[in-house]
């Protein structure tokens, strides 16, 4: 229980590597806020996560593009947990449909990168403040090297929002140095979850990587042990098998 008396806010937390990270730091005794639209996914989890580590655990039914919504969040969780020492940005999504950009509908790309890009950057803005203020406080980005992107030439909002999403957290390296702050990025490798289910580009995967590589990675970067690594990325599966 080596993160007992420790608030962490997770977004994306109803299902997948959210969950699976949430559950991580809730076994270490961190108590949370867990977001995501789907209210259902994250009262379950919430009740889940306090009957069997008598954590506290509250579900946010928001969607991280709601900065009005963020900040009744965070005022909850600073009322009812305390201040927030950790965030991890996890939630995201991804284009419905595999197609050259030239042939896309726009509005859903814009919609990605706002889920994926201005969603982490609305709950950096809204934590940040009183992290820097305590001097303590640690900011997870969960990206992606967006292969398939890459190898199909298509999800274009979610590769340019996750290659945005790495620039951001470098981006905030440099002032952070020295605040006591630190933001990292992770990078779970290849994991079987909605999100990757509704990719035919995986269709032919038979090997997958493990969802708890990305829980225990942020669960020992919530205890500092990568502070040194400060403004960088941690390939999760390579760190957790080493
Ligand atoms: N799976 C992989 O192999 C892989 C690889 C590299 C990176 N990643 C990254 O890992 C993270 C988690 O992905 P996953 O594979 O676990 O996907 P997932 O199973 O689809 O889960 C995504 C989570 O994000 C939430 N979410 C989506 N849009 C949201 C919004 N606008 N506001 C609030 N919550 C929202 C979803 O809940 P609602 O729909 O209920 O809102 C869900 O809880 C993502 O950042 C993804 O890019 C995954």
Known sequence: MRLQGRVGVVTGAGRGLGKEIATHLAAEGMDLMLLAR???????????????????????????TDAAAIDRVVLHAEQHL????????????????VVPFWESDVGEVWRVVETNLHGPMLMSR?????????????VINVTSRARAATRSGTYTGYAVSKRAL??????????LAGTGVTVLDVLPGLVRTELTLSMPVW??????????????VVTDAALGVYDAMHGTVLDAPALDGA
């Open 38 to 64: 789907t209210g259902s996914q994250v009262r379950s989890l919430a009740e889940v996560l306090a009957a069997r580590y008598g954590v506290q655990a509250f579900p946010a039914a928001i969607d991280v």
């Open 82 to 97: 305390g201040t927030v020492d950790l965030l991890v940005n996890n939630a995201a999504t991804i284009e419905s449909t």
């Open 126 to 138: 809204a934590l940040l403040p009183s992290m820097v203020q305590r001097g303590h406080g640690r």
């Open 166 to 175: 790495t620039l951001l957290t470098e981006s905030l390296a440099g002032p």
């Open 203 to 216: 269709d032919d995967v038979t090997v997958w990587d493990a969802a708890g590589a990305t829980g225990r």
